[in-house]
Every structure is written in structure tokens, then in C-alpha cells.
């Protein structure tokens, strides 16, 4: 499951950095066509690359986290702790729900 996860993630990052080199590429070949932009235009590229760049920076670091073994490692940990972390706050409150309904105990099959 983790080796499919890691690939979606790493499609994702691709995709995205393919989107980002097309989307520079026509940014230059229309600046080296020489149109002029007015101020507003320039602002807006000027977002718009900054924000493609954090895009392309941030996937590509998420994928190459995601394929890093002692990352992988670390995550799988990290998921463990929050399922035995949920595990015990759900055992937890099962044990007062049957405290507050006078139970005391796991309930009991029928017909005992």
C-alpha cells in the first residue's frame, strides 16, 4: 500500500513540474517575443511564477521525502503511533461509555 501511495504522490509531483516547465517555457517565448505587459500583467506572471515555483518545490520535496527509505520508516512509525494512539482513546471511551450505562464490562453475547 505504501508503494502505491508513494506513486500517486510521485505523479502528482510530476505532473505538477511538467505543468510548471510548460507554463515557464510559454512565459519565455512570449517575453522573448518582445510583448509589452503592462505593469499589472507583469505583477500577475510574477505571482503566478512565484506560486508555480512553491508548487514544483514543495512536491518535488514531498515526493522525494516519500522516497527516502529512512523517511518511509519514519512515516510507517508515525502511522503505527496514531493507530495505537486511536486504538486506546476508542478502548478508552468504550470502557467509560459501559462505566456510564452500569455495564462495567466488555458487553456480554446474547443469550447469557
Do not use: C
Request: hydrophobic letters at 35%; proline letters at 4%.
Amino acid at each position: 500500500m505504501a508503494d502505491r501511495s508513494t506513486e500517486a504522490w510521485n505523479r502528482v509531483g510530476d505532473r505538477f513540474g511538467a505543468w510548471s516547465r510548460m507554463l515557464a517555457e510559454r512565459y519565455r517565448r512570449r517575453a522573448e517575443t518582445g510583448e509589452e505587459s503592462s505593469a499589472e500583467e507583469r505583477r500577475l506572471e510574477d505571482a503566478l511564477r512565484a506560486a508555480t515555483h512553491q508548487v514544483d518545490v514543495a512536491l518535488s520535496s514531498l515526493g522525494d521525502t516519500l522516497r527516502d527509505p529512512e523517511a518511509k520508516q519514519t512515516l510507517r512509525e508515525a502511522i503505527r503511533a496514531l493507530g495505537d494512539a486511536l486504538s486506546v482513546t476508542f478502548s478508552e471511551v468504550g470502557e467509560q461509555i459501559r462505566t456510564h450505562l452500569g455495564t462495567g464490562g466488555p458487553p456480554k453475547p446474547p443469550g447469557s
